[in-house]
Nanobody, 127 residues
Framework: QLQLIESGGGVVQAGDSLRLTCTVS????????VGWFRQPPGKEREFVAA?????????YYADSVRGRFTISRDDAKNAVYLQMNNLQPSDTAVYFC???????????????????WGQGTQVTISS
């Protein structure tokens, strides 16, 4: 069974950090491009970050998080992480882990290249 399970969300203050974890099962994680989307309250889902697999490693970030967020993966643990620093109230959203059909990290920003979504984890930043 294909599954993406997120954890690590919570409520923090502006300027704080959080690390989200996504554990993957049911497919060959080491050959899959994975990433994160988020959906702020009352808004559409938006791309956050993505990373390709070992042989074509690359990362891509949304402009809004570049320099503050870092995506990484541990193929041995079938896990992908999102380290979020200097969080702002505008980062408040439900964060979704995703697996894609593309080998290009930047192409993960197109939802047509996403084949699997996690259930999401809430991140709330208080000012």
């Amino acid at each position: 069974q294909l599954q993406l399970i997120e954890s690590g969300g919570g409520v923090v203050q502006a300027g704080d950090s959080l690390r989200l974890t996504c554990t993957v099962s049911g497919f060959t994680f080491s050959q899959t491009t994975v990433g994160w989307f988020r959906q702020p309250p009352g808004k559409e889902r938006e791309f956050v970050a993505a990373t390709t697999w070992r042989s074509g490693r690359g990362v891509y970030y949304a402009d809004s998080v570049r320099g503050r967020f870092t995506i990484s993966r541990d193929d041995a643990k079938n896990a992908v992480y999102l380290q979020m620093n200097n969080l702002q109230p505008s980062d408040t959203a439900v964060y979704f882990c995703v697996a894609g059909t593309t080998r290009a990290a930047h192409a993960m920003a197109d939802t047509s290249n996403i084949r699997l979504w996690g259930q999401g984890t809430q991140v709330t930043i208080s000012s």
